[in-house]
């Protein structure tokens, strides 16, 4: 019986989106390979042709696993909970709960983070881009914050970790790169302090990734 190829993770070790991929990996305890993707040498390695033929957006990350390859950290992870759904389920079984999971993940995936990525940093101009980082988070964080009122319990969806979670914390710590004042989150910041203290959040961190910077590492 042929043994299956280890899944490989192209990641950039800063990358908010790979990070929530390799919190979902840790969860799932799937063994994988990591080969590195920069955004910033050589022009951006994502704009290779190489990566593009598996990434047709240029973006990280990118999963081959199961003799495919996918993109879209939200679809890698759902993918992984519909074909691992254990050690941790990402998504309860409760239609109601996983609609706000999804409306979360949404809510930062495509409301906050694509906002205040590097490609659209880059057209805002050096000058302009703190104080619209700051902005563009601070805008999504007050309707996450009112949203975690009804939802939240231990985490942002009840008492079980879920894929919401895996976007939180990459966004807190781009919140915090950016110097946005965190002090109005109160829900945020207690779950965040809370996932943070998980092994799965410790060893997917971007300080502790094979293409972190030697002055970056944990």
């Not at 003799?67 to 239609?95: F, H, K, M, W």
């Not at 009840?158 to 915090?176: F, H, K, R, Y």
Request: aromatic share 6%; glycine share 4%.
């Amino acid at each position: 019986m042929a043994v299956p190829e280890k899944p490989v993770l192209y990641s950039f070790f800063r990358s908010s989106c790979s990070w929530r991929v390799r919190i979902a990996l840790a969860l799932k305890e799937i063994d994988y390979d990591t080969f590195p993707i920069s955004l910033i040498k050589d022009g951006g390695q994502q704009f290779t042709k190489e990566f593009q033929a598996l990434s047709p957006m240029s973006q990280v990350p990118a999963l081959k696993i199961d003799g495919i390859t996918l993109t879209q950290s939200l679809a890698i992870i759902e993918y992984l909970e519909e074909t691992r759904p254990t050690p941790v389920r990402l998504l309860p079984q409760d239609p109601k709960k996983r609609a706000s999971v999804r409306l979360i993940s949404d809510l930062i995936a495509s409301g906050i983070q694509p906002l205040q990525n590097l490609s659209v940093l880059k057209k805002v101009g050096q000058e302009a881009q703190l104080t619209w980082a700051q902005e563009v988070i601070s805008s999504g964080f007050e309707a996450l914050e009112h949203i975690l009122q009804s939802t939240a319990g231990k985490y942002c969806v009840g008492n079980e970790i879920s894929m919401a979670d895996l976007c939180l914390v990459p966004q807190v710590a781009n919140a915090q790169k950016f110097k946005v004042d965190l002090s109005p989150y109160p829900i945020i910041n207690r779950i965040n302090k809370t996932l943070l203290a998980m092994e799965a959040f410790q060893v997917s961190h971007p300080s502790r990734q094979p293409d972190t910077p030697p002055e970056l590492r944990a």
